[in-house]
C-alpha cells in the first residue's frame, strides 16, 4: 500500500475488482473559489466543451441550401465536433472514435445497429488477424533476427555506408508492409540506434560522416516505414479506411482485393523508396564516410548479436510458417479477371479479413514446444492489441457512412461544379497535394476520413472513375513527411535525439514532391489498368 492507500492486484485474476482500490480516508484540502475556477475552465475542460459548442452552432446557424438538409446540417456539426476532440486530444482518441456510436442515433442520422455495423467488419476482420500475427512476430522477436540477417548482407567489407544504410531501410520498408507502420517504426527503431550506438557520440571528436550517418539511419527508417506501408493493405490504416469507403459507397462494385492493391501500390512504393534512399545518400552519406565508419560498424558485432539470439526455435519456425501462408492466400485470393482465385470457389463470400482471423487462429492451436501445453499465442500476449487503431478505422468508415447516407457529401459537392471542365492530369496532383498538406497538421486517418467521401463527389461532378481521385487522395495523406507531429512514426525518430526539424524538411520536402510526382504519372496509367478504371 502506498501514500495514496491503493491497493495492487493481480490483473490476471478474474475475481479482483478491474481497478485498484482507493481509499480516500485523509480529509481534502479546502480549495479557493479562484482556484476551483482554475479548474473547471482548465485548457483541456474547454476543449472538451469546445466540441459539443461548435456543433450546436453549425446545427442552429449553418445554412446549406437545398431541400430537406436537417441531416446533412446535423452530421456536419457532428464532424466538427468530432474532428475537434481529435485535433485537440481533449478526450482520448479511442473514446472520441467510439463517439459516433451515440452522436448518429441522436442526431438522427443513422440507426444505432447501422453505425455499430461499421465498427466490425471484413476489414476490421483483416486488421484484426495481422495485428495478432504481429504481436506473434514481436513476442518470438522474429523481427530482429530478420533485420540482423538482411542487414548482414548489406554490411560488406570494406563498409559501404550507402550500401548498409540500403539494408536498413529496405528491411523497415519490408516489416511495414506487413503490419501497421507505426508499430513497425517501434519494433525496428531499437534495431537501427542499436547499430548507431557503436558509434561515437558527438560530444566526441568524431569525423562528420559519423553524425550524418546516425540522421540518415532514423529518417530511413521512419520514412521507409511510412513507405513500405503503401504497398500493401495492411501496412497502414489509410489503405483499409479507402477500402472500406469503397465498399460502403459502391457495394454493387467489386471490392480491392489485396493483391490488387498490391500490385499498384508496391511498385509505387518501390519508386518513391528509391528516390529516399538517393536523397539520404546525397545529404547524409558523403565520400568517405564508409572509411570513417569502419572502425566501429563490422560484421562481427552483427554476428555476435545474432549468434545470442540461438538457433530457430520452433515456435518461430511456426509463425514464420503462418504468415507466410497468410500472405499466399493474400495474394492468390483473387488473382486477375482472367485468372480467378481461390475466393471463387466460396463464390465471393470469403474475403481478406476471412483469412487472416483464419491464420491468426492457428496460433492458439499449435503448440510452442517451450512449455508443455503452451500454445504459439494466448490471450495474455494479445493484451498489447491496438485497440486505439481498430476504433479509430470503425470510426472512419462510420463517418464516411453518415457523410454518404445524410447527404452532405452531395451538398458540399455542390460548390464544386466548376471541377467538371478541369482535366484529369490538372486535379489529381492537386487533391495529392491537398491531402499531403493537411495531413502534416492532423493524422493520416483522418485526413482520409475527411477527404475521401469528398473526393467521391467531386469525381461524379467531373464524370471521372472514383478510384482515379480516392487513391491519390488516401496516398497523399500518407505523405507526412514534414514534421514530427504529422505521425506517429514521425515522433519515435525525432525522440531519439539524432534528428532536428530542419533535418525532416530538408529530407521530407524533395521526397513529397517525388511521391506526389510518380502518384500523378502511375494512378492514371497503372493504376487505371490495376483498378478497372477505363470503361
Known amino acids: 500500500m502506498n501514500g495514496d492507500h491503493v491497493s495492487v492486484v493481480d490483473s490476471d485474476n478474474m475475481k479482483s475488482p478491474l481497478l485498484p482500490v482507493v481509499n480516500n480516508d485523509e480529509p481534502s484540502e479546502?480549495?479557493?473559489?479562484?482556484?476551483?475556477?482554475?479548474?473547471?475552465?482548465?485548457?483541456?475542460?474547454?476543449?472538451?466543451?469546445?466540441?459539443?459548442?461548435?456543433?450546436?452552432?453549425v446545427c442552429l446557424c449553418a445554412r446549406l441550401g437545398g431541400e430537406d438538409t436537417t441531416r446533412a446540417r446535423n452530421m456536419l456539426g457532428v464532424l466538427v465536433w468530432i474532428f475537434e476532440w481529435w485535433l485537440t486530444e481533449a478526450v482520448p482518441m479511442p473514446i472520441t472514435s467510439m463517439s459516433p456510436l451515440f452522436l448518429f442515433p441522436l442526431f438522427g442520422i443513422t440507426s444505432a445497429d447501422d453505425v455499430a455495423s461499421s465498427y466490425m467488419d471484413d476489414v476490421i476482420a483483416l486488421v484484426l488477424g495481422s495485428f495478432i500475427l504481429?504481436?506473434?512476430?514481436?513476442?518470438?522477436n522474429i523481427h530482429r533476427r530478420l533485420a540482423l540477417n538482411i542487414t548482414m548482407v548489406f554490411c560488406v567489407e570494406p563498409l559501404n555506408a550507402p550500401l548498409l544504410l540500403l539494408g536498413i531501410c529496405a528491411t523497415t520498408a519490408f516489416v511495414s508492409m506487413w503490419m501497421h507502420n507505426v508499430a513497425a517504426t517501434v519494433m525496428m527503431m531499437p534495431v537501427a540506434t542499436g547499430i548507431l550506438q557503436r558509434l561515437p557520440s558527438s560530444s566526441e571528436m568524431v569525423h562528420p560522416a559519423v553524425g550524418k550517418f546516425c540522421k540518415a539511419v532514423v529518417l530511413g527508417v521512419i520514412y521507409s516505414a511510412a513507405?513500405?506501408?503503401?504497398?500493401?493493405?495492411?501496412?497502414?490504416?489509410?489503405?483499409?479506411?479507402?477500402?472500406?469507403?469503397?465498399?460502403?459507397?459502391?457495394?454493387?462494385?467489386?471490392?480491392?482485393?489485396?493483391?490488387?492493391?498490391?500490385?499498384?501500390?508496391?511498385?509505387?512504393?518501390?519508386?518513391?523508396?528509391?528516390?529516399?534512399?538517393?536523397?539520404?545518400?546525397?545529404?547524409?552519406?558523403?565520400?568517405?564516410?564508409?572509411?570513417?565508419?569502419?572502425?566501429?560498424?563490422?560484421?562481427?558485432?552483427?554476428?555476435?548479436?545474432?549468434?545470442?539470439?540461438?538457433?530457430?526455435?520452433?515456435?518461430?519456425?511456426?509463425?514464420?510458417?503462418?504468415?507466410?501462408?497468410?500472405?499466399?492466400?493474400?495474394?492468390?485470393?483473387?488473382?486477375?479477371?482472367?485468372?480467378?482465385?481461390?475466393?471463387?470457389?466460396?463464390?465471393?463470400?470469403?474475403?481478406?479479413?476471412?483469412?487472416?482471423?483464419?491464420?491468426?487462429?492457428?496460433?492458439?492451436?499449435i503448440p510452442n514446444k517451450i512449455k508443455k501445453g503452451e500454445k504459439l499465442m494466448d490471450w495474455g500476449k494479445c493484451k498489447k492489441l491496438p485497440w486505439n487503431i481498430v476504433l479509430l478505422l470503425g470510426a472512419g468508415f462510420a463517418i464516411a457512412d453518415g457523410v454518404r447516407s445524410s447527404g452532405l457529401a452531395e451538398v458540399l459537392s455542390k460548390g464544386l461544379v466548376f471541377l467538371e471542365t478541369a482535366p484529369y492530369w490538372a486535379i489529381a496532383p492537386t487533391v495529392c497535394l491537398i491531402a499531403a498538406t493537411i495531413t502534416e497538421f492532423t493524422s493520416n486517418n483522418a485526413t482520409t476520413t475527411l477527404l475521401v467521401p469528398l473526393l467521391i463527389e467531386i469525381a461524379k461532378t467531373m464524370r471521372v472513375h472514383p478510384l482515379l481521385l480516392m487513391v491519390p487522395g488516401?496516398?497523399?495523406?500518407?505523405?507526412?513527411?514534414?514534421?514530427?507531429?504529422?505521425?506517429?512514426?514521425?515522433?519515435?525518430?525525432?525522440?531519439?535525439?539524432?534528428?532536428?526539424?530542419?533535418?525532416?524538411?530538408?529530407?521530407?520536402?524533395?521526397?513529397?514532391?517525388?511521391?506526389?510526382?510518380?502518384?500523378?504519372?502511375?494512378?492514371?496509367?497503372?493504376?487505371?489498368?490495376?483498378?478497372?478504371?477505363?470503361?
Open 134 to 140: 504481429a504481436l506473434a512476430v514481436e513476442h518470438y
Open 227 to 365: 513507405i513500405g506501408g503503401m504497398s500493401t493493405l495492411t501496412g497502414t490504416g489509410v489503405n483499409l479506411i479507402l477500402v472500406g469507403m469503397w465498399k460502403s459507397y459502391f457495394p454493387e462494385s467489386n471490392a480491392i482485393s489485396f493483391s490488387q492493391w498490391f500490385f499498384f501500390g508496391f511498385p509505387l512504393a518501390l519508386c518513391i523508396f528509391l528516390v529516399l534512399w538517393g536523397i539520404l545518400c546525397v545529404l547524409y552519406c558523403p565520400k568517405g564516410s564508409g572509411k570513417a565508419l569502419s572502425p566501429y560498424l563490422h560484421k562481427s558485432h552483427l554476428c555476435r548479436e545474432l549468434e545470442m539470439l540461438g538457433p530457430m526455435s520452433f515456435a518461430e519456425k511456426m509463425v514464420l510458417s503462418v504468415f507466410g501462408g497468410l500472405v499466399l492466400l493474400w495474394m492468390t485470393r483473387n488473382i486477375t479477371q482472367d485468372i480467378p482465385g481461390w475466393g471463387s470457389l466460396f463464390h465471393g463470400r470469403a474475403g481478406d479479413g476471412t483469412v487472416s482471423v483464419m491464420m491468426a487462429t492457428l496460433l492458439f492451436i
Open 474 to 535: 488516401a496516398i497523399g495523406a500518407q505523405f507526412a513527411f514534414l514534421l514530427p507531429t504529422g505521425t506517429p512514426s514521425n515522433v519515435v525518430g525525432f525522440t531519439t535525439g539524432h534528428i532536428e526539424i530542419k533535418d525532416m524538411i530538408k529530407t521530407g520536402l524533395p521526397l513529397k514532391i517525388a511521391g506526389t510526382a510518380f502518384l500523378s504519372v502511375l494512378m492514371p496509367t497503372l493504376g487505371a489498368y490495376v483498378f478497372a478504371t477505363k470503361g
Open 30 to 57: 479546502n480549495k479557493t473559489v479562484v482556484q476551483h475556477l482554475r479548474t473547471i475552465f482548465a485548457p483541456n475542460n474547454c476543449y472538451i466543451a469546445l466540441g459539443p459548442l461548435l456543433c450546436a452552432v
